[in-house]
């Protein structure tokens, strides 16, 4: 009832909406005035005011803003084709962007948004828009919300702020060049347009001598239609690519005039977007459009000249590094120690500096001398270090949390790595030093993303291998009594490599030893409501000490946990439940929908081994035990089986994914694997009392 009144009230805000814009007037706020603001952060005759004007000097055209009748048609278009379970409707979004040889653009902005939901109200009762203080500006040239009754209130600049961008500040960077023009729009409600127009600037060029871009067509939310136009000069090819647009919702088109091209890119109505449980990035499903001027290779040489003099070490860092790799014989024991020392010796913290604040990582020296950095810094910190140490390095770009857009050479980075290749091996290898909770040196959740090594020489693109199974195991031993009385008492035992050992590194780091009790509660009763915790360990006791595995024991009792019937008694091997298991619980989410449109992404190939050991009280015997269970498809593996040695039933169980994506297409047969593990967890061993 309450899903199909929350309907009802979407569909009688779309016909309202479709009344009032079909009136003929339009009526405005007497009190309001246009919101042209200035630009920010701008002194005369300085050089981002020159490289303001330059970028504003490539428009020959004037931009046309549209109107709020102009709107008005469009989002009742727009309200036909509203998705009734979206907060609201992405009613057009358009760029109109001009650029040339140097890396100068000029873009002007333009979108409205259709509220369905209070909760798309409460969304876009705010709208931010980013820039970097170093590059670029913003000014908003126009913004208004068309209410239900038709009036327009226009924004007015004292509802505009211009912030730090403090979305990081909890990861310890604190970057004052991040900035933000936050738009507060008042009595924004269903069936209210929201719209905006912005100028975006570049007052130096980011990316020297090329040009990159980028716009999204489909997304999270219903888009009726998006519009893009990119204008440069005749004689400097770009490269393009749109991303999931095997419907070719995405059209295209360009006219070549007066020395230039003007490409335009359109789209007509895409559906959302419905994101599931588990499911890989939702920017690897986004129809949207790059376009740069450059190749990978050419990228990586650019890069590679502007970040090369920050990486030229001094004295203290020659001398650093001859301490540590002194008495190491081998390249490897070498390796070791240097990244070490940067992952744990080196803070995790950073601020702006240099030339290219926010890109280039800062000067080694000072990096060495401040002890503190973000991952770029570090990264360049260890490049330094590794080739004093006789290793072939590069300073290197990843984003680990996707898989990026290989078809053109657009900058889809957020994070700084190490390539680093030891004497005889052909092959690269990429280090994470941000990786402080891990004992690999590259996370396994980083398998499969793709990297770009900055080197002078230029570079291609790079994956990096999905880490095996095998590396990222955990292991589960338990030591089980059934008592007469029906009562159970396990000591249970964890350890793990990998994957395997960070998961319970990182709840215990995140967790504080004071509340180590509670957490240990917590795995306990999730599975077995009525059990008892006992002693426990948890090793290293300073769980950000990496020299060794983890090592996690617990005990536990759980009264009554027999269930008795006549002279048999029923009993579940706890660790076939998996209640203390994460790899379990991980894979009971995955599993949760009953099909995909998209892969479920687990993360990392992992294995578990758990073996648990049921001494039986006396006078008790084994009357029926479960059938062993043997699975092997290509995404997952299972086997477990039972054994009877002297008064104890002995469970061995190992449960490996052998890829972190599962397609969709492989997905039905791989929930109903996992299915049919979780039935088998729950069968009973059967007793029966001798007298």
Same mark, same amino acid.
Request: overall charge negative; some cysteine; hydrophobic content about 40%.
């Given at each position: 009832m309450v899903d199909r009144m929350a309907d009802h009230r979407k569909r009688s805000v779309l016909l309202f909406i479709i009344f009032f814009t079909c009136s003929t007037g339009l009526p405005v706020d007497a009190a309001s005035t246009p919101c042209v603001t200035?630009?920010?952060?701008?002194?005369p005759g300085s050089p981002e005011m020159t490289g303001l004007e330059t970028s504003i000097g490539l428009r020959t055209e004037p931009p046309i803003l549209l109107t709020p009748s +102009?709107?008005?048609?469009?989002?009742?278009?727009?309200?036909?084709?509203?998705?009734?379970?979206s907060p609201y409707i992405i009613v057009f979004s358009t760029d109109s962007t001009v650029f040339d040889r140097q890396g100068y653009y000029h873009l002007i902005q333009q979108e409205a948004v259709l509220i369905l939901t209070d909760q798309g109200a409460d969304e876009k009762s705010t709208?931010?828009?980013?820039?970097?203080?170093?590059?670029?500006?913003?000014? *908003?040239?126009?913004a208004?919300?068309?209410?239900?009754?038709?009036?327009?209130?226009?924004?007015?600049?004292?509802?505009?702020?211009?912030?730090?961008n403090a979305d990081d500040m909890d990861a310890n960077i604190y970057e004052p060049i991040w900035r933000t023009l936050v738009l507060s729009f008042p009595e924004v409600e269903p069936g209210a347009v929201v719209y905006w127009a912005y100028e975006h600037a570049a007052v130096a060029p980011r990316t020297r001598n090329a040009f990159q871009w980028g716009h999204t067509f489909r997304t999270t939310v219903p888009m009726a239609g998006a519009r893009i136009e990119l204008t440069g000069p005749d004689d400097v090819p770009i490269h393009w690519f749109v991303s999931n647009n095997s419907d070719h919702r995405v059209s295209f088109d360009h006219v070549r005039k007066n020395g230039r091209i003007r490409y335009v890119w359109s789209s007509g109505p895409a559906p959302m977007i419905r994101e599931e449980a588990g499911?890989?990035?939702v920017s690897e499903i986004m129809t949207s459009l790059f376009v740069t001027t450059e190749t990978w290779q050419e990228f990586s040489a650019r890069e590679a000249a502007l970040i090369e003099p920050s990486l030229i070490p001094d004295h203290a860092i020659r001398s650093k590094v001859a301490e540590l790799i002194a008495g190491r014989d081998t390249p490897e024991s070498k390796l070791e120690a240097l990244f070490a020392y940067v992952t744990k010796r080196v803070r995790y913290m950073g601020v702006a500096y240099g030339d290219r604040p926010g890109v280039n990582p800062d000067p080694v020296i000072r990096t060495f001398a401040n002890n503190a950095g973000v991952c770029k810094d570090k990264a360049g910190l260890l490049t330094a270090m590794l080739r004093l140490a006789g290793f072939e390095s590069c300073y290197t770009l990843n984003n680990p949390g996707t898989r990026i857009v290989q078809d053109v050479a657009v900058d889809q980075f957020n994070h700084a790595v190490?390539?680093?290749?030891?004497?005889?091996?052909?092959?690269?290898?990429?280090? +994470?030093?941000?990786?402080?909770?891990?004992?690999?040196?590259?996370?396994?959740?980083?398998?499969?993303?793709?990297?770009?090594?900055?080197?002078?020489?230029?570079?291609?693109? +790079?994956?990096?291998?999905?880490?095996?199974?095998?590396?990222?195991?955990?292991?589960?031993?338990?030591?089980?009594?059934?008592?007469?009385?029906?009562?159970?008492?396990?000591?249970v035992h964890y350890t793990g490599t990998g994957a395997a050992d960070n998961f319970y590194r990182e709840e215990f780091y995140y967790t504080g030893s004071a509340d180590w009790p509670s957490l240990?509660?917590? *795995?306990?009763?999730?599975?077995?409501?009525?059990a008892v915790p006992g002693p426990f360990s948890f090793e290293p006791s300073e769980p950000d000490d990496l020299s060794t595995p983890i090592s996690l024991s617990f005990?536990?009792?759980?009264?009554?946990?027999?269930?008795?019937?006549?002279?048999?008694?029923?009993?579940?091997?706890?660790?076939?439940?998996?209640?203390?298991?994460?790899?379990?619980?991980?894979?009971?989410?995955?599993?949760?929908?009953?099909?995909?449109?998209?892969?479920? +992404? *687990?993360?990392?190939?992992?294995?578990m081994i758990s073996r648990e050991t049921i001494h039986l009280p006396p006078g008790k015997f084994l009357s029926a035990v479960p059938e062993s269970v043997h699975i092997d498809q290509p995404y997952l593996a299972f086997d477990r089986t039972y054994h009877v040695e002297d008064q104890c039933l002995i469970m061995t169980q190992t449960c490996t994914i052998k890829q972190p994506r599962v397609p969709p297409g492989d997905y039905p047969e791989f929930r109903k694997a996992f299915q049919e593990i979780r039935r088998s967890s729950l069968t009973y061993v059967v007793l029966e009392t001798v007298q």
């Open positions: 200035e630009w920010p952060f701008l002194t +102009d709107v008005a048609i469009q989002a009742r278009a727009a309200a036909a084709l509203t998705e009734v379970d709208v931010r828009l980013n820039y970097d203080l170093p590059y670029n500006r913003t000014r *908003i040239l126009d208004w919300v068309m209410r239900p009754d038709g009036t327009i209130h226009q924004l007015t600049p004292d509802a505009i702020r211009d912030v730090s499911m890989i990035p190490v390539a680093v290749r030891l004497p005889g091996d052909s092959a690269w290898r990429y280090l +994470d030093v941000t990786t402080d909770l891990t004992r690999s040196m590259c996370p396994a959740s980083s398998g499969g993303t793709q990297v770009l090594r900055i080197d002078r020489d230029g570079a291609d693109i +790079d994956t990096i291998p999905i880490d095996p199974p095998e590396n990222n195991t955990g292991w589960f031993t338990a030591d089980t009594h059934l008592h007469t009385d029906g009562s159970l008492a396990s000591h240990i509660s917590y *795995i306990l009763t999730s599975t077995f409501p009525r005990s536990y009792s759980i009264p009554g946990f027999a269930g008795a019937a006549g002279s048999y008694s029923l009993v579940r091997v706890p660790l076939a439940v998996s209640g203390f298991d994460w790899f379990y619980d991980t894979l009971t989410k995955i599993c949760a929908p009953t099909d995909r449109l998209y892969p479920a +992404d *687990i993360g990392q190939a992992t294995t």
